[in-house]
């Protein structure tokens, strides 16, 4: 089992940043391939970025591309996403998960989630 923890949500104007965290416990996070994921109001959950277990090939979603970084720390057990130049269209919550194998669709593991609201 591996449980995950997203922190770093917030409130923040058109054009800011933040940087999104998750804190993995339960099991080393090396073993897996991480994907971060969110979902708008009244909007199906979709694909943001992924990230495979030792940060050699990154995957981003074309609304993200360009502005959303995602990286990693192993020995802190922890992923990252930075996000810049952030749109009221970035607002949502935004999860992350594992997976045992890089995915944009299935995970096995996911958090519940930190909420991130962009202001115009």
């Known amino acids: 089992q591996v449980q995950l923890v997203e922190s770093g949500g917030g409130l923040v104007q058109a054009g800011g940043s933040l940087r999104l965290s998750c804190a993995a416990s339960?099991?080393?996070?090396?073993?897996?391939?991480m994907g971060w994921f969110r979902q708008a109001p009244g909007k199906e959950r979709e694909f943001v970025a992924a990230i495979s277990w030792n940060g050699g090939r990154t995957d981003y979603a074309d609304t993200v591309k360009g502005r959303f970084t995602c990286s990693r720390d192993n020995a802190k057990n922890t992923v990252y996403l930075q996000m810049n130049s952030l749109g009221p269209e970035d607002t949502a919550v935004y999860h992350c998960?594992?997976?045992?194998?890089?995915?944009?669709?299935?995970?096995?593991?996911w958090g519940k989630g930190t909420l991130v609201t962009v202001s115009s």
């Open positions: 998960a594992a997976a045992l194998v890089l995915s944009h669709t299935y995970m096995d593991y």
């Open positions: 339960g099991r080393t996070l090396s073993s897996y391939a």
